[in-house]
């Protein structure tokens, strides 16, 4: 018998965003967190890079500038009010980060230091503009931790090591609660609440040269999908350039920014070639198809031919020290390569799911073009789109993503919590929950699911990565189908109830399928090239046609539908990607 | 099968809370005991490296070393208040030294409350029973009168 | 003088010499589970692996195709979020920083000691999380927000940044022999993280943080070991800050 709990608002997940609304929510209102991990383990931990406002510390900055930067970044697919009103609020969700003690880094007169980033400019691409807040070079670990200590103060209640796997809905389509299966016990729990929060962060474990977590694996999304909530612009993920190679270990855009320059085996210099102006600091996305290239042309390093270089050996060794000093380690540590006289392997590397749960700029999940919300959902953080990233992140904007939203879906939850009465769950609530593991648990024999996951994993980096096409978009259409057919007769060796991680990682890649699905779906539909989804048979960006957000669901039948809603502009016309 | 209560990781219950003051306690004085013993531990320490070496020195080294050591060479030492002193010290501050030595190692090592306060209690105990019929020797030996009569 | 390109060639070399060969590595791993045995027993596993291939990955693949039931903790495998720590070959170590090449041809692998074990290497992390609570891990401010920032001077941020690295990964706390005994005492993650508040300019609850450390689980029951600064993966100088706290203590009272 499941046990029941009932609270006014459940946060599923505890990395930044989920973090951050549950700190507005507790304090009005009964809270809850639950999270598959304990809550510091969160993958917004590895951020290095910086959160970005235009607080003008050190040089003169806009927030407009800002939105316009982030609008263009995102390849005009960025939905204009949203970047707009992040980029307003940024300013107070940095202050109040450093009010709750975040170490930011300092100026000379002690004011929070701010530095240049990718993408950000001044006067709307005239210049590079300091706008990157930091703390060393971990800043979201700092971000992270802060969010927990304030969680701490609040005596926030978290359940660990739960697993959000199946959302209650009403019979009028209201969220009212969720399925959650305990770790330590195999237990099932129902939690009910008049306002879900879910902030599970993005599926990059779905391919194989990935900088994600192992437990990234698309958890919201997939959980909201199978019970018919539509997923948008799925097809838009950010591939960055310098991820270690074979590894996908991230090695901050930074590097970039403090001069360290991209190089083939030839070691040529070859951003020369693909962007005359800024070469190395490119937005991710074509330095990232600028690689692929030299190494589809054979001038790609390593026993395979795939990898490029990071040089930073000319840099001076005193500012590797102190401003690059995690990527260092990174190479030292798992790659043996001495960074200050050795050229880096590299690898473009699956990043960043900029597509998810569709919501409005209140972090309310909507329906349909005509945005239609769903009572009592929310989403915020990479798992949501509301869209203020659109076809490719900048970065710096992740971890504001998440302060903004995160509070945002909280404000708006908490006034849910307040006006709406808690609904029901359906009668057997755990059933289908039950079924899909009891299913695993039975099969004595059958397929091996981390072989399937490997299938998944290789066949997306081949097929649907940094450069896609109709053909292997459709080829990718059908492995998948094949692999679900597959997964449906996963057998697991531990039919234990405690700690049962290899149930967990089963239900974890039935996750990672579905969205795998949706992505490719998605990318076949869009015939242009736009930000992070480059096709070589579409290879320009087409906004007569495609100025719209894909939103693609899952019928009863198993069958995908595609709908679409238009981009929402503001005072920035499409212009070419230049910089 | 263990609740959820025992697995998650805070005592609330979710419900907001008000604020706390937590300068509320600053009026009273941060370390007490621990940090006293913390401190004697290493002050007694040093001085005791100058008694307790030094003693050992003095018995041993000169000539004849501690086989020279009988009734008159106590006496003589001790009809100096210097050396009783020294003496005084030494057997004070290394039995406190010591005794607060075992009381931390029971601490650390001996898990249940009750067997570990029996063992300070014993450690207590001997300790003041040492120290006091130390202090009465050293305060009251009298060569001239000894054994004491009573 | 050395192009780039033969930099590469060299570097190149070097690895894919290295990597030709798989190697065969053993593994001896200490199995719990409460549902089959009260005991713990170990077991041992032979796979190929890269030299530079990561310990938890190697895990993943004794889990993956040699025995499903064994369970442990990863998340971001690269240092950063702490799930791993486990005493391999007798020292705790994140199994995402040892490299195959680092632990030879045979490895040990057990959960790291003094809390609660509850199936293979995952421990019961509550007893240190609520160590981590008892010393008011946030920021006590109460004279007043600014509209702005706080201003802090980078002398005064440079102060506390070792201790700001803090992963909450056990390795220390779960390495030092004093908390083996009594894992009352709060341990060393649990010091480190409010010297990150001490000694941060911006904090006003120094005071009480420190009554908190004065107790009988406090710091003072830190016999500077040493092994906690040898664990930590972040290179944190764990001992020297708790010293540091130690003498906060000694110098507030007199």
Redesign the interface.
């Known amino acids: 018998m499941a046990t029941t709990h009932t609270y006014d608002a459940l946060v599923i997940g505890a990395g930044g965003a989920g973090m951050r609304a549950a700190i507005e929510l507790s304090d009005q209102v009964r809270t809850a967190v639950i999270s598959k991990l304990y809550p510091t383990r969160s993958h917004t931990g590895a951020a290095q890079g910086g959160v970005c406002a235009a607080l003008g510390n050190t040089e003169e900055d806009h927030a407009e500038w800002h939105a316009f930067d982030t609008v263009k970044g995102g390849d005009y697919l960025t939905d204009q009010p949203a970047a707009q009103l992040m980029a307003e609020e940024a300013i107070d969700a940095i202050y109040q980060l450093e009010r709750w003690g975040l170490p930011f880094n300092r100026t000379p007169d002690g004011r929070i230091d701010q530095r240049r980033f990718g993408g950000h400019t001044a006067e709307h691409g005239e210049r590079p503009v300091r706008r990157a807040c930091y703390a060393a070079d971990r800043t979201g670990h700092m971000i992270l931790q802060t969010l927990y200590q304030q969680c701490v103060k609040r005596d926030v209640r978290f359940f660990n090591e739960f697993y959000c796997l199946d959302l209650l809905r009403d019979a009028h389509g209201a969220a009212t609660g969720v399925v959650a299966y305990e770790l330590a016990t195999g237990e099932l729990h129902i939690f009910r609440a008049k306002s879900i929060v879910f902030a599970t962060g993005g599926y990059g474990r779905m391919f194989s040269v990935t900088s994600n977590a192992h437990a990234l694996t698309g958890d919201g999304p997939a959980v909201a999908w199978r019970r018919g909530v539509p997923l948008e612009d799925m097809e838009m993920f950010q591939f960055h350039p310098t991820g270690l190679a074979k590894l996908g270990v991230l090695l901050s855009e930074a590097a970039r920014g403090e001069g360290g320059i991209v190089r083939n085996k030839d070691g040529e210099r070859f951003m020369e070639r693909y962007a005359p102006t800024i070469k190395d600091l490119a937005p991710r996305d074509m330095v990232s198809r600028a690689i692929y290239q030299e190494i589809k042309e054979g001038r790609g390093g390593g026993p395979n031919g795939d990898w490029a270089y990071l040089d930073i050996t000319h840099l001076d060794p005193k500012v590797i020290e102190e401003k690059l000093p995690d990527i260092t380690e990174f190479a030292r540590v798992y790659l043996k390569v001495e960074p200050t006289n050795e050229l880096v392997p590299i690898q473009p590397t699956a990043h960043y799911a900029m597509g998810g749960i569709p919501t409005d700029v209140d972090g309310r999940v909507v329906e349909g073009a005509a945005e239609t919300p769903i009572p009592g959902l929310y989403a915020a953080g990479e798992c949501a789109c509301v869209s203020v990233h659109g076809a490719n992140r900048l970065g710096t904007n992740s971890l504001l993503d998440l302060v903004v939203f995160g509070r945002r879906a909280g404000v708006d939850a908490a006034r849910h919590v307040k006006e709406a009465p808690l609904g029901d769950v359906p009668e057997r609530p755990t059933e289908r929950t039950l079924s899909m593991l009891n299913a695993v648990l039975e099969r004595a024999e059958g397929e091996n699911a981390a072989d399937i996951r490997k299938e998944l994993q290789a066949n997306m980096f081949d097929l649907a990565f940094v450069v896609r096409s109709e053909e292997s978009l459709s080829k990718m259409e059908t492995i998948i189908g094949e692999l679900q057919e597959r997964f449906g007769r996963v057998a697991i060796s531990d039919k234990g109830a405690l700690y049962n991680t290899d149930l967990m990682e089963t239900v974890e890649l039935g996750f990672l399928l579905d969205c795998a699905q949706a992505l490719v779906v998605s990318a076949r539909a869009r015939t242009e090239s736009r930000g992070g989804h480059y096709r070589d048979d579409h290879p320009l960006r087409d906004d007569a046609n495609w100025l719209k957000h894909t939103l693609a669901s899952r019928n009863d039948d198993g069958s995908i539908s595609l709908d679409f809603k238009p981009v929402k502009m503001g005072p920035y016309v499409p212009m070419e990607r230049k910089y | 099968m263990a609740t959820t209560i025992e697995r998650s990781t805070t005592s609330g219950d979710g419900a907001p809370r008000p604020p706390r003051d937590y300068t509320r306690g600053s009026e009273r004085p941060v370390g007490g005991f621990e940090l006293w013993m913390w401190l004697f531990m290493r002050i007694s320490g040093i001085v005791l490296l100058v008694l307790a070496l030094g003693h050992t020195l003095i018995m041993h080294l000169p000539s004849g070393g501690v086989d020279r050591v009988d009734f008159g060479f106590v006496a003589t030492r001790w009809a100096s208040p210097f050396w009783r002193s020294w003496d005084w010290m030494l057997l004070t501050l290394a039995l406190i030294h010591g005794i607060n030595g075992l009381r931390n190692i029971t601490l650390d090592y001996v898990r249940k409350p009750g067997t570990r306060f029996a063992a300070n209690m014993v450690f207590y105990v001997l300790g003041f029973t040492l120290f006091v019929l130390g202090t009465i020797i050293v305060v009251t030996f009298d060569p001239s009168n000894w054994p004491p009569v009573a | 003088m050395a ?6 060639q060299d ?2 070399a070097r ?2 010499g ?2 030709a060969g798989a190697v065969t590595l053993t593994l001896r791993i200490r199995r719990f ?3 089959i045995s009260q005991d713990s027993w170990w077991d041992e596993f032979t796979v190929e692996a890269d030299p ?1 291939d ?1 310990l938890v990955e190697v895990l ?1 693949q004794v ?3 040699h ?3 064994l ?13 791993d720590a486990m005493l391999i070959n007798g020292r705790n170590a994140l199994a995402c ?1 040892v ?1 195959v ?1 680092d632990v030879g041809p045979r490895v040990t692998i057990e959960p790291i000691r003094g809390l609660a074990v ?3 290497l ?1 421990v019961d ?2 007893p240190f ?2 160590g ?2 008892t010393v ?7 004279s007043g ?10 002398e005064e ?1 440079a102060r ?2 070792d201790t ?5 990964c056990a390795a220390c706390t779960t390495s030092c ?2 908390f083996w ?2 894992e009352g005492y709060i341990g060393p993650a649990a010091i480190v993280n409010a010297h990150r ?1 001490i000694f ?1 300019s ?4 120094s ?2 943080r ?2 908190i450390l ?3 689980t ?1 710091v ?2 830190c ?1 500077t070991t040493f092994n906690c600064t040898d664990a930590c993966p972040r290179g944190i100088q764990v001992t020297k800050a708790i010293q540091e706290v ?1 003498r906060s ?2 110098f ?2 007199f």
């Open positions: 192009t780039p390109a033969d930099v590469l570097s190149d690895r894919a290295g990597a589970n409460p549902e530079l990561r993943h889990k993956w195709y025995d499903g039931t369970s442990f903790r990863r998340s971001c495998a690269h240092g950063i979020c702490g799930s920083k490299l090449d509850l199936k293979d995952i992390m509550d999380l609520e981590y609570r008011l891990p946030f920021l006590i401010n109460d927000e600014p509209d702005k920032e706080r201003l802090q001077s980078a941020r506390f940044d700001t690295k803090c992963i909450l022999p004093i005994g009594d508040f941060d911006r904090d006003e609850g005071r009480e420190l009554k004065s107790e009988k406090g003072f029951r016999r130690k203590i000694l507030d009272r």
